[in-house]
Every structure is written in structure tokens, then in C-alpha cells.
């Protein structure tokens, strides 16, 4: 059925090892821990320089700068989670610019479709009123909104890890002819 090379084996063995820790992390802790996240970056440089040198070395590199760049932008407005950065960033340099950018579109489908369906659950369950509170609410202490990190990660709908690890495994059955 499928007639994997070395270099293609190591690949998926690592990212899909990847994206179900991190998943998993994701969802029990709502936190990544850099001990994932790090080691997948170097090991995705030491991957492309050993599989494909120089110019796997630069598309690593691409990768990275635009996967780790967009959602550091995200990061920096405050749409994205400090984990979620370093989740891009540690899988983006095994997928390169072409495959990170394709993952991000489609983990947006995916949080969208995901969300709505929390959202609708929430409504259907416990009601609206109550469901906006617990979406929309921030913390106030005197006018002035006072949100930690835990407050907005409390907020948060869903576990990002799980729409990137999809979006990567439908990424990568989609386009398998780039990888």
C-alpha cells in the first residue's frame, strides 16, 4: 500500500509521536512543555540536514520562521497560547514552509468546526445565558479587565494540539507526493 523510504519512516514516526504527546499534554494539562517541544525542534534540524542537507537545513528553517513567526504574532495579541507557538514551531521544522502553512489553514477548520460544536453543546446543555458567562466573562478589578493566563486558559474552548495533530495527519494523507 505504501512504500516508505528511510527518511519518510523517521518522519512520520516522529511527528505523529509529536502530535499525539501533545495532544495529550494539551488536553490533560492545557500546557506544552518545552521538554516536547525543543527536543522536536533540534531533531527536525539534525532530520533535515541528514536526509536532505543544505537545502533541507533551509526549508527546516522557512518552516520554522513561518510557522513560529505566525503564531508568535498571535501570541503577541493574545489569540494564541505561549504553547501554541512552541507546538508550531517544533513541528514546523520537520514540515517546512509549504506543509506549515497547510496544517495551520486546515487546524483553523478545525477549530472552527470544533468550537462551534462546544459552543452549541454549552448552549444545549447548560443553557445560554450560562454558556456566554463562561466563554465571554473576563475578570474585572477595578474597571480595569485583570485576566491571567490561567483566567483566559479556563476561557479557552478547546485544546489546540488536537486540531494541529488532525490538520497534520490530514495534511500529510492529502498531500503525502511533498513530504
Request: aromatic letters at 10%; one cysteine or more.
Amino acid at each position: 500500500m505504501f512504500d516508505l523510504n528511510t527518511s519518510q519512516i523517521v518522519f512520520l514516526i516522529a511527528v505523529v509521536a509529536y502530535t499525539v504527546a501533545t495532544s495529550f499534554t494539551d488536553l490533560k494539562s492545557r500546557k506544552i512543555p518545552n521538554r516536547l517541544t525543543a527536543p522536536m525542534c533540534v531533531a527536525g534540524f539534525v532530520y533535515q540536514g541528514v536526509f536532505f542537507g543544505l537545502p533541507g537545513l533551509g526549508n527546516g528553517a522557512l518552516g520554522f520562521a513561518v510557522g513560529f513567526g505566525i503564531l508568535f504574532l498571535l501570541w503577541m495579541i493574545g489569540s494564541a497560547g505561549g504553547g501554541d507557538v512552541k507546538l508550531i514551531g517544533g513541528l514546523s521544522v520537520w514540515l517546512g514552509a509549504a506543509l506549515t502553512l497547510r496544517v495551520l489553514l486546515c487546524s483553523l477548520i478545525f477549530v472552527m468546526v470544533g468550537t462551534m460544536g462546544m459552543m452549541v453543546y454549552g448552549v444545549l446543555s447548560q443553557g445560554l445565558a450560562r454558556t456566554k458567562k463562561q466563554l465571554l466573562e473576563k475578570k474585572a478589578v477595578g474597571g480595569k479587565s485583570k485576566e491571567t493566563v490561567g483566567d483566559r486558559q479556563k476561557r479557552r474552548v478547546m485544546a489546540f494540539a488536537v486540531p494541529v495533530a488532525l490538520a497534520t495527519w490530514c495534511v500529510l494523507l492529502i498531500f503525502r507526493a511533498h513530504w
